[in-house]
């Protein structure tokens, strides 16, 4: 599995809260797209970054999100 990166748990009730709205979006319009983003890939333990471990990231509510590596096909 190829990680892409981490983001808020998007199962958790409040994860609308945490959308962050590009130019002209609702959060509705990019909660949906991040729903529609997220169809296919895996959600899994988040990837310590410079700042955070595993762990920090877990307590923040954060994951990680997968998808197939290419060669998995």
Wanted: net charge positive.
């Amino acid at each position: 599995m190829k990680w892409l990166t981490n983001l808020y748990d998007p199962r958790s009730k409040d994860a609308e809260k945490y959308i962050i709205t590009g130019i002209n979006q609702t959060k509705m319009q990019e909660w949906r797209n991040q729903k529609n983003w997220l169809d296919g890939k895996t959600i899994g333990e988040p990837k310590a970054t410079k700042d955070y471990t595993v762990e920090q990231l877990k307590e923040m509510g954060m994951v990680g999100v997968y998808a197939k590596d290419k060669k998995e096909h």
